[in-house]
C-alpha cells in the first residue's frame, strides 16, 4: 500500500494525462472543465487500473475527481 | 483473391467496410456493399430508432448477406436505438463517437458482434475485455466524428495492444492504402469518402460533385474546442463555424449552429448552409461508380500492391 492516498495518486494520473501540473484538483473537479474529452478519461481508467491492480467496469463513466476516487476505494475494500 | 480472418469472424466475403455516415448510409448503399461481398453499414446518425427498424428491413428485401448498424453514441435516441438492433436480430453493430460499454451485455447476450470505432490504444483494449469481437482503429484522416491520432501511427499501436481482429480507417481510398492497413497489422479496412460518390449513395448530387472536385487541402475539422472534432470540407458553414470557434463562442451556440447542417448538406445539397463530411483522402475520389466496382478496385489494387512490394526486398 502506497503512502500516498487514493486522491493524491488519480490526481498525479490525472495531471499526468492533460498536461495540468499548475491546476488545482479537487474531489469536485470536473475531468470535463479541464480540457480533459472522453478518450482522456477512458486513458485515465486505463491507468487507473494499472496503478491501483483493479478492473473498473467500463460502464461507469466518472466525471469528477471524486467519483473516481470512490470507484477505486469501493473495488479496493472489496 | 484476398480473404483475412475478419472474413470468416463476420460472414463476409471480403474484408471492406463501408462506413457508417449519418444521414448517408442507408439501406440502399448499405446494401449495395454487402451484395458485392463487403460489409454495409446502415448510420443510424441521430435519427430515432424507427428509422433504424425501417432501413434493416429495407436492406433485407434486397439482400440476405451479412450487414451491420452503426450507433453513433451521442444519438439522442441511442438507447432506444440498441434497443431496435436487439429486437431486429441485427447480426453487427459498429459504434461511433464514445464508449458503448453500456449496451455491450445487451447486444452480446442477442448474439450480435460488436465492434466498436476506436480513436486509442486505452479505448480499444477497454473494448476487447467488455467483449467486443473486433475493433476499428480509426484516425484522424476520416470525415465525421474524429480523435486526434492518424492512421499510420493508431493501427499499428492499437493491434499490438489487443488480441481481436484489427480494421483499419481514415485515409484509405484505393488498393494502396488497403495494401498499407495490412502491412500495419489491420485484417480489413473501413471506407467512407469513396462510397459518397457511389451510385447508390443517395446523397444530393451537388455533395458527389463538391467530393469530386475536392483535393488534398479541401477539408478542414472543427468542433475542438467542444471536445468534438469533425471533419467536413470547407464551406460556408464550416468557415462560420471555426470562426465562432475561434472568437470563442459557447458550446450551446456551437451546437445550435451545427444542427441540422448534416441533413442540408447530405438531402438537399445546400452549399451555403450544409455540412459536408468527408475524409482527407476526398482528392483521391475522381469518379461516380457502382459500390461493387469500389469494393472490387479496393482489392485488387490492394492485391497488386501486396505483390509489387517485394520488390525492393533482396
Redesign the interface.
Known amino acids: 500500500m502506497s503512502d500516498q492516498s487514493t486522491f493524491e495518486r488519480v490526481c498525479a494520473i490525472v495531471r499526468e494525462q492533460g498536461g495540468l501540473d499548475d491546476t488545482e484538483l479537487t474531489n469536485d473537479t470536473k475531468l470535463?472543465d479541464v480540457g480533459l474529452?472522453?478518450?482522456a478519461v477512458?486513458?485515465i481508467?486505463?491507468?487507473c487500473e494499472d496503478e491501483f491492480d483493479v478492473?473498473i467496469?467500463?460502464?461507469a463513466?466518472p466525471a469528477t475527481i471524486g467519483e473516481f476516487v470512490a470507484i477505486i476505494d469501493g473495488l479496493l475494500e472489496n | 483473391m484476398i480473404r483475412t480472418p475478419i472474413c470468416d469472424l463476420l460472414g463476409i466475403e471480403k474484408p471492406i467496410f463501408q462506413g457508417g455516415m449519418a444521414w448517408i448510409s442507408d439501406a440502399s448503399l448499405a446494401s449495395a456493399v454487402s451484395e458485392a461481398g463487403g460489409l454495409g453499414i446502415i448510420a443510424a446518425g441521430s435519427a430515432p430508432g424507427s428509422y433504424v427498424r425501417e432501413q434493416v428491413r429495407e436492406l433485407r428485401e434486397r439482400t440476405d448477406r451479412p450487414f451491420a448498424v452503426n450507433l453513433m453514441l451521442e444519438n439522442p435516441s441511442a438507447d432506444e436505438v440498441a434497443e431496435v438492433i436487439v429486437e431486429e436480430r441485427v447480426p453487427i453493430v459498429v459504434t461511433g463517437a464514445g464508449n458503448p460499454a453500456k449496451y455491450m451485455k445487451a447486444w452480446t447476450a442477442a448474439g450480435t458482434k460488436v465492434v466498436p470505432v476506436v480513436a486509442s490504444v486505452a479505448l480499444a483494449r477497454m473494448m476487447e475485455r467488455a467483449g467486443a469481437v473486433a475493433v476499428i482503429a480509426e484516425g484522424t484522416e476520416s470525415g465525421g466524428h474524429i480523435g486526434e491520432t492518424a492512421t499510420m501511427p493508431l493501427v499499428p499501436q492499437v493491434v499490438d495492444a489487443v488480441s481481436i481482429p484489427v480494421v483499419a480507417a481514415g485515409g484509405i481510398a484505393d488498393g494502396r492504402g488497403v495494401a498499407a492497413a495490412f502491412m500495419l497489422g489491420a485484417v480489413g479496412v473501413q471506407v467512407g469518402t469513396r462510397f459518397l460518390v457511389a451510385e447508390e449513395c443517395t446523397i444530393a448530387e451537388e455533395y458527389k460533385d463538391l467530393v469530386l472536385k475536392a483535393k488534398d487541402i479541401s477539408t478542414v475539422a472543427t468542433g475542438r474546442s467542444i471536445g468534438s472534432p469533425v471533419r467536413c470540407l470547407k464551406s460556408p458553414f464550416a468557415n462560420r463555424y471555426a470562426k465562432a470557434e475561434r472568437e470563442g463562442a459557447a458550446a450551446e451556440e456551437l451546437v445550435a449552429l451545427g444542427t441540422g447542417a448534416l441533413r442540408k448538406a447530405a438531402k438537399d445539397g445546400n452549399y451555403d448552409e450544409g455540412s459536408f463530411l468527408c475524409g482527407q483522402v476526398a482528392g483521391m475520389v475522381t469518379r461516380r461508380e457502382p459500390a461493387a466496382a469500389i469494393v472490387d478496385d479496393l482489392l485488387e489494387g490492394a492485391e497488386r500492391a501486396l505483390r509489387e512490394a517485394t520488390k525492393w526486398v533482396s
Open positions: 470535463a474529452d472522453s478518450l477512458v486513458e481508467v486505463m491507468s478492473e467496469d467500463p460502464d463513466s
